[in-house]
């Protein structure tokens, strides 16, 4: 079981960056497939980034590649999503997840643990 808490989200300008941060308590962190999703106002939750158990695999969604990157640290039980050249349309509250699958790390439902979210917002 992992417990979820994510940190750095705020408010900043079109081209800025952010770096959000999930830190995990429980022993299942290295084991577990971690992702980044996000959800803006009236939408569903997308799928943004995710790293796979060693960190040798990332994914990302294609509005955010070349932008953002998602790394790991599992001694620490870190999770990182660097945001660079931020656009408005990145505005939404930012989901750390994880799970102990590796199948369909872009769907919702594969994963089991969620944070409770911090807003990033981007203005134009």
């Known amino acids: 079981q992992l417990q979820l808490v994510e940190s750095g989200g705020g408010l900043v300008q079109a081209g800025g960056s952010l770096r959000l941060s999930c830190v995990a308590s429980?022993?299942?962190?290295?084991?577990?497939?971690m992702a980044w999703f996000r959800q803006a106002p009236g939408k569903e939750r997308d799928f943004v980034a995710a790293?796979?158990?060693?960190?040798?695999?990332?994914y990302y969604t294609d509005s955010v590649k070349g932008r953002f990157t998602t790394s790991r640290d599992n001694a620490k039980n870190t999770v990182n999503l660097q945001m660079n050249s931020l656009k408005p349309e990145d505005t939404a509250i930012y989901y750390c997840?994880?799970?102990?699958?590796?199948?369909?790390?872009?769907?919702?439902?594969?994963?089991?643990?969620w944070g409770q979210g911090t807003q990033v917002t981007v203005s134009s």
């Open positions: 997840a994880g799970t102990l699958s590796s199948n369909n790390v872009y769907d919702t439902k594969a994963y089991m643990y």
């Open positions: 429980g022993r299942s962190f290295s084991t577990s497939t």
């Open positions: 790293i796979s158990t060693s960190g040798g695999n990332t």
